[in-house]
């Protein structure tokens, strides 16, 4: 059984940093691509960052220079350093193991975690 465990999350100022942890368990980590989604009140859920088995990364343009993901591949752990946050990124953050379509896509299983909340506010 796929489990995902997000933690890191809380409240922070506008410009201040926060270090998300996403914990996998039940499937083989370190062949498997993994990406950060966010759901803000009232929005649908929008994909983030994602880092392929080999490091390789990727990112949506609001985040792109502010953001970067990485992965621990011997702790089964994926990471997301959100820096200069702004009020816009207040959101339940999720990881996600998931794979590249043909197009360089980036496709998540569906496994989902609980989550974990960033609030951004002064």
């Known amino acids: 059984q796929v489990q995902l465990v997000e933690s890191g999350g809380g409240l922070v100022q506008p410009g201040g940093s926060l270090r998300l942890s996403c914990a996998v368990s039940?499937?083989?980590?370190?062949?498997?691509?993994m990406g950060w989604y966010r759901q803000a009140p009232g929005k649908s859920r929008e994909w983030v960052a994602a880092v392929t088995s080999g490091g390789s990364t990727k990112y949506a343009d609001s985040v792109k220079g502010r953001f970067t993901i990485s992965r621990d591949n011997a702790k089964n752990t994926v990471y997301l350093q959100m820096n200069r946050l702004k009020p816009e990124d207040t959101a339940v953050y999720y990881c996600?193991?998931?794979?590249?379509?043909?197009?360089?896509?980036?496709?998540?299983?569906?496994?989902w975690g609980q989550g974990t909340q960033v609030t951004v506010s002064s």
């Open positions: 996600t193991t998931g794979y590249y379509s043909g197009s360089n896509q980036y496709i998540p299983h569906d496994y």
């Open positions: 039940g499937t083989r980590f370190s062949i498997y691509a």
